[in-house]
């Protein structure tokens, strides 16, 4: 079962806007967890946010959770070149492995 | 190492052969998870290990997929007869403990392998 799907798939804005990033999964979760990937990299662990939380803050990223409609949002804020990769969600239950949706891939152009 | 090790990095084969790919995990990390990447595709769960034991199997694609993990660290993932659709980047990924659990999961740079 798909624990992750983003919306947009593709995104581009310019350097110093804010991105956001939508992710919805379909069963309870134990938590939710966003990578990056680069162009042709292994994914990188960016910030994970608990079923018991609402909102966290990493840098310049802040990740909420919404239980009730099993959605989550990711917003990068003050975009820069080095951002652009593609973003990835992930919904982890007990006990079984981490199923992720098919990305967001954002452009941010200088 | 200090990361998530995968080799060969780029693999060429040619259809119905067999292949190897191998995955070294963060010593210490007893959950060890495989997965599959077609271009510009997310990723496709394939397996996970906790320990020696595979207690999901379900995304492996067919019989011909199957991977075996040894002194719950080193793992490999063998392709019997590869068939162009095998082709993908093939990502391994480790952590302390599962995901379910708030593990993070650390990932390889992937296996490259090209079907001919």
């Known amino acids: 079962s798909q624990q992750g799907e983003e919306d947009p798939q593709a995104l581009s804005i310019q350097e110093g806007e804010n991105a956001t990033m939508n992710c919805s999964y379909k069963?309870?979760?134990?938590?939710l967890q966003w990578y990056r990937q680069n162009s042709g990299r292994g994914l990188v662990h960016l910030i994970l946010i608990r079923s018991n939380e609402r909102e966290k803050h990493s840098g310049r990223l802040r990740v909420t959770l919404d239980t009730s409609k099993k959605s989550s949002s990711l917003l990068i804020t003050a975009s820069r070149a080095a951002d652009t990769a593609s973003y990835f969600c992930?919904?982890?239950?007990?006990?079984?492995?981490?199923?992720f949706g098919k990305g967001t891939t954002l452009s941010v152009s200088s | 190492g200090a990361g998530v090790s995968q080799s060969p990095s780029n693999k060429v084969t040619e259809k119905g052969k067999d292949v190897e790919l191998r995955c070294d995990p963060i010593s210490g990390h007893t959950a060890l998870y495989w997965y599959r990447q077609s271009l510009g595709q997310g990723l496709e769960f394939l397996i996970y290990f906790q320990g020696n034991s595979a207690p999901d199997k379900s995304g492996l694609p067919s019989d011909r997929f199957s991977a075996e993990r040894t002194g719950g660290s080193v793992s490999t993932l063998t392709i019997q007869r590869t068939q162009q659709e095998d082709s993908a980047v093939y990502l391994c990924?480790?952590?302390?403990?599962?995901?379910?659990?708030?593990?993070?999961?650390?990932f390889g740079e992937g296996s490259r392998l090209t079907v001919l």
């Open positions: 990924a480790s952590s302390l403990e599962l995901a379910g659990n708030t593990g993070e999961l650390f």
């Open positions: 992930a919904g982890a239950q007990a006990g079984t492995a981490l199923i």
């Open positions: 069963t309870s979760i134990n938590n």
